[in-house]
């Protein structure tokens, strides 16, 4: 662990939005931790981009999914 989970939740702060390249391998593994220490996580689907090597994409939003991560798009951010 990098301490920003504790630096984040030192400052309240309890939701995060992960984007990036590499859905189904950095953001996916980040999204993911984030989730299991405790944070609201959402990967912002349209703000992200698979490598998706052999079913890897499909593979890795199962996982998020089923660690509570939740798939948003930037349109529902930006209405909110």
């Given at each position: 662990?990098?301490?920003?989970?504790a630096?984040?939740?030192?400052?309240g702060?309890?939701t995060v939005y992960v984007?990036?390249i590499a859905?189904?391998?950095?953001v996916a593994?980040t999204?993911i931790?984030?989730?299991q220490?405790?944070f609201?996580?959402y990967?912002?689907?349209?703000?992200?981009?698979?490598?998706d090597l052999?079913g890897?994409?499909q593979?890795?939003?199962?996982?998020?999914?089923?660690?509570?991560v939740?798939r948003?798009v930037?349109?529902?951010?930006?209405q909110?």
């Open positions: 662990m990098t301490g920003l989970a630096y984040l939740k030192e400052r702060i309890d984007t990036g859905t189904d391998f950095c593994w999204a931790d984030a989730s220490l405790g609201k996580t990967v912002i689907a349209d703000a992200t981009k698979g490598i052999n890897s994409l593979h890795a939003w199962q996982e998020m999914l089923a660690s509570g939740k948003v930037s349109k529902e951010i930006l909110a």
